[in-house]
């Protein structure tokens, strides 16, 4: 009998993570330059949190990693099942589970891996079932800090972009604003009153009030067009599209999703590579 998959026959083992105590200029340059979502936070080794590409687009203005991870993540063992990374990833809707032995990090496993694990296990049920309803796409002409505002809200991993044909342009995913993101330091002013009386309007408050100057380090993005920064060469599939063909084009060209179009060009709905960890999962159920 053919022996089961485990996260350790998948799981990236040489980790990128960040030392305590670190910042959070590190991480974005390490998701920058290595190209992945999320830090692990370690100390000597033993798993404390881990950062994501939300974490830094919630939160622009804060420095601290110990305000950013999120402390006590959900994490995996080596030997377990790959049905069963698969199936805790679809139900807590995360996109990586780190890996570890006694609390120790040895490695992380995420929705990318096991999509290339399905791409090589020839599914041929058709994509259509693991569509998604209700697609968010956005207008060309969108100001990037709008369309990464537009993802934070609606928790899209991407978001198609249509153009004034409504014909699908391009897309633009959480990725692509974290290469474009860049640390813009600032002065800002806050003025305090020393005045006992509350009244904002006596002139005692008045004369008494005081300007403090403090620094501010925030996450900025360029103020252009998604259209001059969206991915234009778009993969695409049709909803007849097989599972396994689709897995490999997502592995093979390190995407999240893939919009679903008709014969015409036309949006006609969005597959996320997390839907079609259903088809492994279903044996954990």
Do not use: C
Request: proline share 5%; hydrophobic share 45%; glycine share 4%.
């Amino acid at each position: 009998m053919k022996q089961a998959v485990t996260v350790d026959d998948i799981m990236i083992k040489n980790v990128k993570s960040i030392e305590i105590p670190g910042t959070r200029d590190e991480i974005l340059d390490l998701m920058q330059k290595e190209r992945i979502s999320a830090v692990p936070v370690v100390k000597e080794g033993t798993l404390l949190g881990i950062v994501t590409r939300i974490d830094l687009l919630k939160h622009p203005e804060e420095e601290q990693i110990a305000m950013l991870m999120t402390r006590e993540p959900v994490t995996i063992t080596p030997d377990a099942p790959l049905s069963r990374a698969a199936a805790i990833l679809l139900q807590t809707g995360l996109r990586r589970l780190p890996v570890v032995v006694r609390g120790k990090l040895v490695g992380i496993v995420t929705v990318s891996d096991i999509i290339g694990a399905i791409g090589q296990m020839d599914i041929q049920d058709q994509i259509k079932n693991f569509i998604r309803d209700g697609v968010v796409a956005i207008w060309d002409e969108t100001p990037v800090p709008v369309a990464a505002e537009i993802i934070r809200l609606s928790k899209r991993d991407a978001l198609p972009v249509l153009n004034t044909k409504r014909e699908l342009a391009g897309i633009i995913s959480i990725t692509d604003i974290i290469n474009l993101s860049r640390i813009e330091d600032s002065v800002e002013r806050s003025d305090m009153s020393a005045a006992s009386d509350e009244d904002k309007w006596t002139w005692e408050s008045m004369r008494d009030t005081m300007s403090l100057y403090y620094g501010v380090s925030r996450i900025s993005l360029p103020d252009v067009p998604v259209k001059s920064v969206m991915v234009k060469s778009v993969i695409t599939a049709f909803h007849k599209t097989p599972v396994s063909e689709v897995a490999k084009k997502m592995r093979r060209n390190r995407i999240e999703q893939v919009p679903v179009i008709t014969a015409d060009n036309k949006l006609d709905g969005l597959l996320l590579d997390r839907e079609l960890l259903a088809v492994i999962a279903e044996k954990e159920q």
